[in-house]
C-alpha cells in the first residue's frame, strides 16, 4: 500500500509540474478561452443588468431613418448628436459617455462643432471620448482647453513602475476638436487591449497618459456623476485592485477588469438614435415624445454605433460581433453592482492544481480493479470542470483547461505505471487461471491474492445440475472426433448461456454441467437468473437439435436439476491443485431431481425452495411431493414450462386436478384426469402409478411420490 501510494505521489506531482511549466508558456491559454465562453454563456442572466445603465445605439434603422427624413448623409451633421444630447439633459440623465471621436472637424462647419459644444455645456455630466494608445493621434501632450484629468490616482506611479504591463503607458493620444473637448466634463479613454485572440473579455479601465491616468468610457461616466454632484472620490491603484472609496475592482497588470457580461447585446436598455433625436425635436414643438424622458431619468446613458458599416462591432465572449459601447456599459454595470470578476491568485491556482493532479494519480494507483481506475477517471476529470463553472459563479475565473490537462496526465500516467509495476503480473495470473476460474473469481483473486488460500464461507446458492438424456447409448455409436466435436459444441452453447445470466460454472463431468448463482458475487434473484438460464439451454438445445442429429446422428436432449439452499461455498482442494465450487446437501439435490425427471418424463425440475425464490418470474406447475434416494423428508417439486408472461400449456387444469385427487388417494378419478392429457409424459406418469396403486393400494398413503418405490 505505501510503495502504490509513493509511486501514485509521484506520478500525480511530476504530471501537476510538467502541466504547470506548459502553463506559463501560453499552450492552454486558446483552449481555456473557449471554457471561458462556456462559462459566460451559462451563467448570461440579461435579468440582473443595472437598471441605471441605459444605451443608445446609432443602428442601421438610424442611418436609414437620417436618410430618407433628413437626407443626411454619413457622417451626420453633429447638431444632431446636440439634440440626442439634450434629450438625455431634459431627462435628468446622471452622465452621458459618447462612445465617439471628434477629433476632426465636422464637414458641416465650426458651427456645428459648437452646436454640439453647447449642447455637452448644458447637460450635467457629458464625456467625450479620446483614444489613448502607442500610434494613436498625433498629440503627445494634454490641450490646454480640455479639463483636466480626475486630479487623484493615489499609488499610481508606485503601480506604473513596479506593476504594470507593456501597454499601459499612452505616449500618443487623439482628442477631440476644442469645441467638444472644452465643453465636456470629463475626457475618457475609448481604446481596449483584448486578449491575444482578440476577444475583449476585459475593461481597461485607464491609461496613463503623460503621467495622469485617463479613466475609460464606463469609469469617466461615475466618476463625472460624482463631480458633478461635488463628491470628493478617493481613487487608489495598488497590485491587483482599483480602489473608488469604498468599491474595489479587480484589475490585471494592464489596468484591465475582467467583466461579467449580463447578456446578449441589449441586455441594458437600448434605444435608437432616432427614437431619441425624434422626441427631442417632437418636445421642442410641444408633441408628444417617441421615447418618455422618464425613461433616461437618473441614468448614466451610452451613445455609440452599432451599424455595421460603422466598424464598432467587437468579439467577446457573448457573441463575435457586440457593439463597442456596450462593453463600456457593461463595465459600468460591474462597477455599480460589485460583480466583476477577477482572476484566482496564480499561487492559489498552482497549488490547487499540483492536490488535484496528486489526488488524481494517487486515486488510480491505489486502484486493484479496471473499475477502480474507470471510476477514478469518472471522478477526477470532472473536479477541474465542476470547479471552473463554481468559480465562476463564485466571481473567479478558475483555470479549467490547465487543472484538467494536470488530472488527465496524472490519472494516464498512474495507469501506465500501474501496468508496468503490476499489470503484467495480473495479466499473467489471468491468462493462466482463465480456462479454470470465470472472470468474477479471478477479479476478485486479483484484487485480494489471500482468496488462493484454502477455505469457504456458508450461503445460500441456487445450484443448477444437468445431464444428456441416453448419453452412453449415442456416444458408444459415436468415433472420439464427433464425440468432441458434439460435446464441445453443446457445452460451449449451455456455459454461454449460464454465465450470460450470471452463473458460475463450476465443472463440466463428462456431458454434466454444475453451475451455481449468487457465488462468488451476491445475486438477490439468484433462483430467476438459474431458471431463467435452464429454460434458454433448454430453447436453444431444441433450436440445435435437428442439426446435430443429422451431423451427428444423435438427438440429444437434456434434464435438468435446479435446487436453492444453504452450501458451503469456496476453494477446496490441495495446496497445490483446488478448484472453486460448492459442497452440501443442496448441491446434492439438485443433482438428483435432475435424475428424478425420468421418473416423469420431464426434463426441467426445480424444488420448491427455488420456486419460492423466484418470485413469479417464471411459469409452471407443482409435479408432487417426491422423496428421492438419500433423502427421508420429501420434497415438493415443480416443472418450470416457461417465463411470467408465457401463457401456459394446454390442459394445465386436468393435470393440477389429477395431483390434487392423486394426493388424497382417489386414484381413479386422479386417472381419469390425466387420461385427458395422453401427450403430456407427466400425465402418463402419474396415470401408470394410478394404475399399479389401483391393484397394489399404498398400505398407508401421505401423498409423497417415492422414487424408491416400484412405479
Not at 1 to 21: E, I, N
Not at 86 to 96: E, H, I, Q
Not at 395 to 400: E, I, K, L, Q, R
Request: charged share 25%; aromatic share 10%; net charge neutral.
Amino acid at each position: 500500500m505505501l510503495k502504490k501510494l509513493l509511486y501514485g505521489s509521484l506520478v500525480g506531482l511530476a504530471a501537476g509540474l510538467l502541466t504547470l511549466l506548459l502553463y506559463t508558456t501560453g499552450l492552454f491559454e486558446r483552449l481555456e478561452y473557449a471554457t471561458w465562453a462556456m462559462r459566460v454563456r451559462c451563467f448570461l442572466q440579461p435579468e440582473r443588468a443595472s437598471t441605471q445603465v441605459k444605451v443608445i445605439l446609432l443602428d442601421q434603422g438610424s442611418l436609414d431613418w437620417g436618410k430618407t427624413e433628413n437626407h443626411w448623409p454619413w457622417p451626420w451633421p453633429r447638431e444632431a448628436y446636440g439634440a440626442l444630447l439634450d434629450f438625455c439633459t431634459r431627462a435628468g440623465a446622471k452622465a452621458v459617455a459618447f462612445d465617439v471621436l471628434f477629433t476632426e472637424p465636422s464637414w458641416y462647419g465650426v458651427e456645428d462643432d459648437e452646436a454640439l459644444g453647447a449642447a455637452a455645456e448644458r447637460s450635467r455630466a457629458f464625456v467625450a471620448a479620446v483614444h489613448a494608445g502607442q500610434t494613436a493621434g498625433d498629440t503627445e501632450q494634454w490641450p490646454p482647453d480640455a479639463p483636466t484629468p480626475w486630479p487623484g490616482f493615489d499609488g499610481l506611479e508606485a503601480w506604473v513602475t513596479s506593476v504594470a504591463g507593456p501597454g499601459v503607458v499612452a505616449p500618443r493620444a487623439a482628442f477631440p476638436v476644442p469645441e467638444i473637448r472644452s465643453k465636456a466634463r470629463m475626457l475618457a479613454n475609448v481604446s481596449d487591449q483584448p486578449d491575444v485572440d482578440g476577444v475583449l473579455r476585459r475593461a481597461t479601465l485607464f491609461r496613463v497618459f503623460e503621467g495622469r491616468a485617463v479613466p475609460s468610457l464606463g469609469l469617466a461616466a461615475w466618476l463625472a456623476d460624482r463631480q458633478a454632484a461635488g463628491e470628493d472620490v478617493a481613487v487608489h491603484v495598488e497590485p491587483g485592485w482599483l480602489r473608488l472609496n469604498a468599491v474595489r475592482l479587480p484589475i490585471d497588470e494592464a489596468g484591465r477588469c475582467l467583466l461579467r457580461y449580463r447578456g446578449p447585446s441589449g441586455s441594458h436598455k437600448v434605444f435608437s438614435a432616432a427614437s431619441i433625436i425624434q422626441s427631442e425635436l417632437r418636445l421642442q414643438s410641444g408633441e408628444n415624445p417617441v421615447v418618455s424622458p422618464e425613461e433616461l431619468k437618473d441614468a448614466y446613458v451610452f451613445f455609440g454605433f452599432s451599424a455595421p458599416g460603422l466598424l464598432d462591432l467587437r468579439p467577446t465572449p457573448v457573441s463575435k460581433v457586440y457593439p463597442g459601447v456596450e462593453i463600456h456599459a457593461t463595465m459600468l454595470d460591474n462597477l455599480l453592482e460589485r460583480a466583476a470578476l477577477r482572476d484566482v491568485p496564480r499561487r492559489t491556482a498552482g497549488i490547487s492544481l499540483l492536490l488535484l493532479a496528486w489526488a488524481s494519480g494517487v486515486l488510480v494507483s491505489l486502484s486493484r480493479k479496471a473499475w477502480h481506475s474507470v471510476a477514478a477517471f469518472a471522478l477526477c476529470l470532472p473536479v477541474p470542470f465542476a470547479l471552473g463553472f463554481a468559480g465562476y459563479a463564485a466571481g473567479f475565473w478558475w483555470p479549467m483547461v490547465p487543472s484538467g490537462s494536470a488530472v488527465l496526465l496524472a490519472l494516464v500516467g498512474a495507469v501506465v505505471v500501474n501496468y508496468a509495476t503490476e499489470g503484467r503480473q495480473k495479466a499473467f495470473i489471468k491468462s493462466a487461471f482463465k480456462f479454470y476460474l470465470g472472470e468474477t473469481v479471478i477479479d476478485q483473486l486479483l484484487a485480494d491474492p489471500a482468496r488462493l488460500s484454502l477455505g469457504g464461507e456458508r450461503r445460500e446458492l441456487t445450484i443448477f445440475f444437468s445431464d444428456i438424456e441416453k448419453f452412453s447409448s449415442f456416444s458408444e455409436r459415436l468415433d472420439p472426433g464427433q464425440l468432441i466435436g458434439l460435446l464441445n459444441e453443446y457445452l460451449s452453447e449451455m456455459g454461454d448461456i449460464i454465465k450470460e445470466e450470471g452463473g458460475y460454472l463450476d465443472k463440466f463431468i463428462g456431458d454434466a454441467i454444475v453451475a451455481f448463482w449468487n457465488a462468488p458475487v451476491e445475486q438477490p434473484d439468484h433462483a430467476a437468473r438459474a431458471c431463467r438460464a435452464a429454460l434458454r439451454c433448454q430453447r436453444r438445445l431444441a433450436e440445435r437439435r435437428a442439426e446435430w442429429r443429422e451431423r451427428y446422428g444423435a438427438d440429444v436432449r437434456m434434464r435438468i436439476g435446479v435446487n436453492t439452499g444453504e452450501v458451503t461455498v469456496g476453494n477446496m482442494g490441495s495446496r497445490d491443485r483446488f478448484n472453486y465450487t460448492v459442497l452440501g446437501d443442496a448441491a446434492n439435490l439438485a443433482s438428483r431431481l435432475e435424475g428424478a425427471n425420468k421418473a416423469f418424463g420431464t426434463f426441467l425440475m426445480v424444488s420448491e425452495t427455488t420456486w419460492a425464490r423466484t418470485n413469479g418470474e417464471v411459469m409452471g406447475r407443482e409435479l408432487c411431493r417426491l422423496t428421492v434416494v438419500g433423502r427421508k423428508q420429501p420434497v415438493t417439486v415443480y416443472e418450470v414450462l416457461g417465463l411470467r408472461d408465457e401463457p401456459a400449456p394446454a390442459g394445465m387444469e386436468n393435470f393440477t386436478r389429477g395431483v390434487g385427487l392423486f394426493r388424497e388417494g382417489r386414484f381413479e378419478e386422479a386417472l381419469a384426469s390425466f387420461e385427458k392429457a395422453p401427450d403430456d409424459a407427466a400425465a402418463r406418469a402419474y396415470g401408470e402409478r394410478c394404475r399399479w396403486y389401483g391393484t397394489h393400494p399404498p398400505p398407508a398413503w401421505d401423498g409423497v411420490w417415492n422414487l424408491t418405490e416400484k412405479g
